[in-house]
């Protein structure tokens, strides 16, 4: 009856000796996924958005690579939006963070409303004259539908952006940009430029040096 009860035991301790690094393999394999779903990593990124050109308020190309190593704050903006009032912060928020190497980058678009009915020549002056604006304001464009440039088909697409993708669905939408070129985040139009999670991003973007 002892050698038996002894058996047993013996039995146990050798099952748990060769079940627990069965176990703990199936714990930690569980973490790298975890970690995945939570912060998604977007492979080539940062290529892809220096690789666009585009044309500036004065018709110049502008290839998106002189701006590697900067923060962007990319605006979709129109003249006769309700929200148009936001040039006014969306400047001073540009010179408040200028010189830490923060730039925000304005596209005109009629896509809403037809609230951008002006030639190039007519939003740099209404921009210029009614709100000083001094960051670089690019060529009308197309930020949605058939016709959408190649920097928003990027942005909204939720394949190369999965996290903050999705169309474009009215003027004054905010994509943020980090030093790498990484989408780092996305704010609705209705979100002021010194909304507080506007700024906690952006300071975050700016910790990383140029």
Same mark, same amino acid.
């Given at each position: 009856?002892?050698?038996? +009860?002894?058996? @047993?035991?013996?039995?146990? /301790?050798?099952?748990?000796?060769?079940?627990?690094?069965?176990?703990?393999?199936?714990?930690?394999?569980?973490?790298?996924?975890?970690?995945?779903?939570?912060? #998604? =990593?977007?492979?080539?990124?940062?290529?892809?958005?220096?690789?666009?050109?585009?044309?500036?308020?004065?018709?110049?190309?502008?290839?998106?690579?002189?701006?590697?190593? @900067? =923060?962007?704050?990319? =605006?979709?903006?129109?003249?006769?939006? &309700?929200? %148009? /009032?936001?040039?006014?912060?969306?400047?001073?928020?540009?010179?408040?963070?200028? @010189?830490? *190497?923060?730039?925000?980058? $304005?596209?005109?678009?009629?896509?809403?409303?037809?609230?951008?009915? $002006?030639?190039?020549?007519?939003? @740099?002056?209404?921009?210029?004259? /009614?709100?000083?604006? +001094?960051?670089?304001?690019?060529?009308?464009?197309?930020?949605?539908?058939?016709?959408? !440039? #190649?920097?928003?088909?990027?942005?909204?697409? &939720? !394949?190369?952006?999965?996290?903050? *993708?999705?169309?474009? %669905?009215? !003027?004054? +939408?905010?994509?943020?940009?980090?030093?790498?070129?990484?989408? =780092? *985040? &996305?704010?609705?139009?209705? %979100?002021?430029?010194?909304?507080?999670?506007?700024?906690?991003?952006?300071?975050?973007?700016?910790? /990383?040096?140029?």
């Amino acid at each position: 009856m002892e050698q038996t +009860t002894a058996n @047993k035991k013996l039995y146990l /301790k050798l099952s748990i000796l060769f079940l627990l690094p069965a176990i703990t393999v199936g714990l930690f394999s569980c973490k790298p996924q975890q970690q995945v779903q939570e912060k #998604p =990593v977007m492979m080539g990124e940062e290529s892809k958005l220096y690789s666009i050109t585009m044309n500036d308020i004065d018709g110049a190309p502008v290839s998106l690579s002189e701006y590697k190593g @900067k =923060v962007l704050l990319l =605006v979709n903006v129109a003249s006769e939006c &309700r929200f %148009t /009032k936001q040039y006014t912060d969306l400047q001073k928020l540009y010179k408040r963070y200028e @010189k830490r *190497g923060f730039v925000v980058l $304005g596209f005109p678009a009629n896509n809403f409303g037809a609230q951008e009915p $002006g030639t190039d020549a007519q939003i @740099k002056q209404f921009c210029t004259e /009614k709100f000083g604006i +001094t960051f670089p304001m690019f060529s009308k464009t197309s930020v949605a539908g058939d016709d959408i !440039n #190649p920097l928003y088909a990027y942005l909204t697409d &939720r !394949n190369q952006n999965p996290q903050f *993708g999705g169309p474009i %669905t009215w !003027n004054f +939408t905010k994509f943020l940009v980090d030093r790498d070129g990484r989408i =780092v *985040g &996305r704010f609705y139009p209705e %979100t002021p430029p010194f909304d507080h999670e506007i700024i906690k991003a952006i300071k975050n973007a700016l910790q /990383k040096p140029q």
